[in-house]
């Protein structure tokens, strides 16, 4: 699960079909920065679902969203590092992960709010639904 607190992420609205997606904000030689955007699935955004086995949860690597080092599953840094791959793959071009959005839920949910949780949870049959691509990962083996 990702640790997060206040200035990651700002309150969806209760009611609303919006959820956060990631993008790249830039590829450094041994790292990703990523950032948080609000997308409405109402406006039938363009992203990638990301289904992923969470892993071990004691088993942590540190990416960077928004600026701020956050914590995730060694499991789901991998899956965003081969999503990040495939996306280039598929578009022949790396140039083109500026435009990948992708939806992860330990990430783009704030885990730490009950009730977001609960709403996007619920949420999730649309959010895959809505989808342009679904990337499972079941881990490096």
């Known amino acids: 699960m990702a640790t997060s607190s206040g200035d990651l992420y700002g309150l969806l609205p209760v009611g609303s079909r919006e959820i956060r997606l990631l993008r790249v904000i830039s590829l450094e030689e041994e790292s990703t920065l990523w950032g948080l955007e609000v997308a409405s699935l109402d406006r039938d955004p363009q992203f990638v679902a990301l289904s992923y086995v969470w892993g071990d949860a004691s ?5 960077s969203i928004n600026g701020r080092a956050t914590t995730v599953t060694v499991n789901l840094a ?6 990040l791959n495939v ?8 140039a083109s992960v500026s435009e990948l959005r992708i939806w992860a839920d330990a990430v783009c949910i704030n885990q730490a709010d009950l009730l977001e949780r609960s709403i996007q949870v619920r949420m999730m049959g649309s959010i895959y639904s809505s989808a342009k691509y ?8």
């Open 134 to 141: 679904v990337f499972s990962w079941l881990g490096l083996e």
């Open 87 to 94: 996306w280039a793959t598929l578009h022949n071009d790396i």
């Open 59 to 63: 088993q942590t690597e540190s990416i």
């Open 78 to 83: 991998h899956a965003l590092h081969h999503s």
